[in-house]
């Protein structure tokens, strides 16, 4: 499992309590000296998502790294989450970046149009799957969610 857009890790916490053998990397920036937006407190995403996934003795690696500049994942995966930005060139980046990794699944979280990220989807479902596509699945919750079945490729 490769997510892009790891933040503090509550994503792979999730995902990796529903799967609790799988292999996870995260891939964010994990800015360092930021304040919770909500609380204004301190807030180091890397050390909070490293101290979660290690007490609940989970596989992982986390790499620091910015998405924009990534041409290729860094490993293959069955599964990639897209949940890093949602703009439509970057979301539309992470979705290409995701494919890379030959996936069988691809999930995008925040789903939901908000800052047209629905047309970086749309756009990627028709150009980029082309005879890839096997289906997908809308997952209904605060901003959404996509399930992304792949076919597998011949050859």
Not at 19 to 40: C, M
Not at 111 to 120: F, Q, S, T
Not at 129 to 137: A, M, Q, S
């Amino acid at each position: 499992l490769i997510e892009l857009g790891t933040h503090a890790g509550s994503g792979a916490d999730a995902y990796l309590s529903a799967s609790p053998g799988a292999e996870y990397t995260g891939i964010d920036q994990f800015p360092e000296g930021i304040r919770h937006e909500a609380t204004g407190a301190p807030w180091e995403p890397y050390a909070i998502a490293s101290a979660l996934l290690s007490d609940r003795r989970f596989s992982f690696r986390l790499i620091r790294a910015d998405l924009r500049e990534l041409r290729n994942r860094p490993a293959e995966a069955d599964m990639v989450v897209v949940d890093a930005a949602h703009d439509v060139d970057n979301e539309y980046r992470d979705l290409q970046l995701a494919l890379s990794a030959n996936p069988q699944w691809i999930f995008v979280d925040d789903a939901v149009d908000r800052k047209n990220a629905g047309a970086a989807i749309a756009r990627f479902l028709e150009h980029d799957l082309k005879d890839r596509l096997e289906f997908t699945v809308p997952i209904d919750y605060i901003e959404g969610g996509l399930v992304i079945r792949l076919r597998a490729q011949a050859g």
